[in-house]
């Protein structure tokens, strides 16, 4: 100690105290810094155009009850049975104008909706349409400013193991971050009694309130629009892909639906026998059985007997995957269909339209085997194909057909935009009248 009474030793270890809190903030500065990498970035730069989707739906718990416990509920004075069920889900702006992609099973049956940005406003929903095939629909909102939006990339390019994010309010945890790989692409699955088809797998983890939700890459692109269809699935999850949601929100946005497209093929399933004697060594593929005259497929020269192996380079697995698949694209989309034909295999491309409805009795003679000529306000057989599906189960000429698929048929219109609805089938149900009595009889289509 000096004579002041001063410690250089206490003085020494001030001044390095002093120095490491000056150097301090920089260093914690400098060392986030190096922690920001990729996925930081894209969560900082994509989160404010994710909002969350709360949903309100009236449901009657009368449709639940059996016609005797309803009639009893009515001689007892009944009692208001309705009752307000919430849902939760996410969305993605894809527009600055407010249009947001979300789930259609996030939205259906909906009485409100309210969407919160991620600045906390909320803002009334309206459904622009929706697509239950596709799982995909579109909400608009209206602020007083344009909104941020997250890019929509492509998923032709997606590499199995590539980084995606996942973002979305899983069980209403609002801005849930998830992180996982690519498993796999094309990948379809059955869930609710439905076949979904096309969609992009990942183990980013994906709950009840993550659909709709993006699907992110590391460049901050939307890639596919998560969906928990798939409730059972664990470390599993799913993704509508980008270029699928591009085709399907056209429609939605312009029309209100998904117009249905008229490709044209008829198709069975592929037998290891059939698949031999055409030199097809593999167990996938759809085999064409014929093609409807003047479709896209007959146009672009499809013929019996062919393999279609692939869609838009994507393995078909049969002919129920074919039929599924070819019905996900609207009307003037291009399709790359690959077919295998006297041991080569091509690729022609397929323009999809609006099924004429001009073609539909044409459609129906060449399938079923019957031709139809309105008589009063019922449609009335004149003709039976010999040999025809129509003529095997009994058909005749003088029976009127009432109902198609359980829809009135009383004019030629009626009758032409049924079966316009029905092209896409693989069996089509007639309710047909032979003098005093009704019967129903179903067909392949």
């Known amino acids: ?25 920089s260093s914690a500065r400098a060392d986030r810094a190096s922690r920001r990498d990729a996925v930081v970035e894209v969560v900082e730069r994509v989160s404010p155009a994710v909002v969350h989707i709360a949903t309100e739906q009236i449901v009657d718990d009368r449709r639940d009850l059996d016609p005797f416990e309803q009639l009893f509920d009515d001689l007892m004075g009944g009692r208001d049975r309705r009752r307000a069920v919430q849902s939760l889900g996410s969305g993605a702006i894809i527009d600055p104008s407010g249009i947001i992609v979300t789930n259609d099973h996030v939205i259906r049956g909906a009485s409100s909706i309210h969407v919160k940005l991620a600045d906390g406003r909320q803002l ?19 602020a007083n400013a344009p909104l941020p939006v997250a890019k929509l990339g492509t998923s032709s390019d997606l590499m199995i193991g590539e980084t995606v994010i996942a973002i979305g309010s899983p069980f209403g945890l609002a801005k849930t ?20 088809n096309d969609f992009v797998q990942t183990d980013a983890s994906i709950n009840p309130g993550n659909s709709g939700g993006p699907l992110l890459n590391t460049d901050g692109e939307v890639i596919g629009i998560n969906t928990a269809i798939f409730a059972s699935a664990q470390g599993i999850g799913f993704a509508i892909p980008a270029d699928k949601v591009r ?6 946005t312009q029309f209100g639906k998904v117009r249905p497209a008229w490709v044209g093929i008829q198709s069975a399933y592929l037998t290891p026998d059939v698949a031999g004697q055409l030199g097809w060594d593999r167990t996938y593929g759809a085999l064409v059985v014929g093609t409807d005259p003047e479709s896209p497929a007959d146009k672009a020269g499809l013929q019996r007997g062919d393999i279609v192996t692939e869609i838009d380079r994507v393995r078909v697995v049969d002919s129920e995957d074919l ?32 099924f004429p409805t001009r073609l539909a009795e044409d459609i129906f003679w060449d399938r079923i085997g019957v031709r139809v000529e309105p008589r009063g ?6 003709n039976v194909r010999r040999g025809s599906s129509a ?5 005749r000429r003088g029976d009127a057909i009432l109902r198609i698929n359980n829809k009135p048929v009383p004019t030629r219109e009626a009758f032409r935009d049924v079966i316009a609805d029905a092209h896409g089938a693989r069996s089509i149900l007639l309710l047909v009248r032979r003098g005093p009595v009704g019967y129903h009889l179903t067909l392949p289509f």
């Not at 009334?124 to 209206?142: M, P």
């Open 377 to 382: 306000r019922e449609m009335v057989i004149v």
């Open 323 to 354: 039929d599924v698949r070819l019905r996900a694209y609207p009307a003037k989309s291009k399709i790359e269909v690959t077919i295998f034909r006297n041991g080569e295999t091509r690729m022609v491309t397929i323009v999809p339209v609006e």
């Open 177 to 196: 971050v998830t992180v996982g790989v690519v498993s796999a692409v094309g990948r379809s699955f059955r869930a609710d009694g439905r076949i979904y």
């Open 1 to 25: 100690m000096d004579v002041k009474g001063r410690c250089p030793r206490l003085g020494l270890i001030v001044a390095v105290v002093a120095v490491s809190m000056a150097l301090a903030p």
């Open 124 to 142: 009334e929903g309206e459904v622009i349409g929706s697509d239950r095939n596709n799982d995909l629909a579109v909400v608009k909102v209206k």
């Open 247 to 252: 085709r399907i929100v056209k429609e939605l």
């Open 391 to 395: 003529e095997q189960i009994g058909l």
